[in-house]
């Protein structure tokens, strides 16, 4: 079991920066993929980002390339987010999963992951 707790939501103007980090907990962070998804009311959970186990691979939703970077930082048990040059789209909840799961149809769908933070909201103003 691997509990997940997201913070570094907040209010942000457009073009602005937020940092979102997701401490985990329980079993041996550096066996997980890490992924980030965001929701917003009546949207499915939509995939962001995803980082290998050693962090050598990366994988983002093409709106977010060039903007969001994720990282992991297996000695902390910690996954980040890094938000640069927000824009009102990208206001949503944004939730950390964690995946034990290995599969061949690659870790940007939310079936990928067993376990998942509570959320954190993210509201870039216009």
């Known amino acids: 079991q691997v509990q997940l707790v997201e913070s570094g939501g907040g209010l942000v103007q457009a073009g602005g920066s937020l940092r979102l980090s997701c401490a985990a907990s329980?079993?041996?962070?550096?066996?997980?993929?890490m992924g980030w998804f965001r929701q917003t009311p009546g949207k499915e959970r939509e995939f962001v980002a995803a980082?290998?186990?050693?962090?050598?691979?990366?994988d983002y939703v093409d709106s977010v390339k060039g903007r969001f970077t994720i990282s992991r930082d297996n000695a902390k048990n910690t996954a980040y987010l890094q938000m640069n040059s927000l824009k009102p789209e990208d206001s949503a909840v944004y939730y950390c999963?964690?995946?034990?799961?290995?599969?061949?149809?690659?870790?940007?769908?939310?079936?990928?992951?067993?376990?998942w933070g509570q959320g954190t909201q993210v509201t870039v103003s216009s």
């Open positions: 980082i290998s186990v050693s962090g050598g691979s990366t």
């Open positions: 999963a964690a995946s034990s799961r290995p599969t061949s149809s690659g870790y940007n769908r939310a079936g990928a992951y067993n376990y």
């Open positions: 329980g079993r041996t962070f550096s066996n997980y993929v």
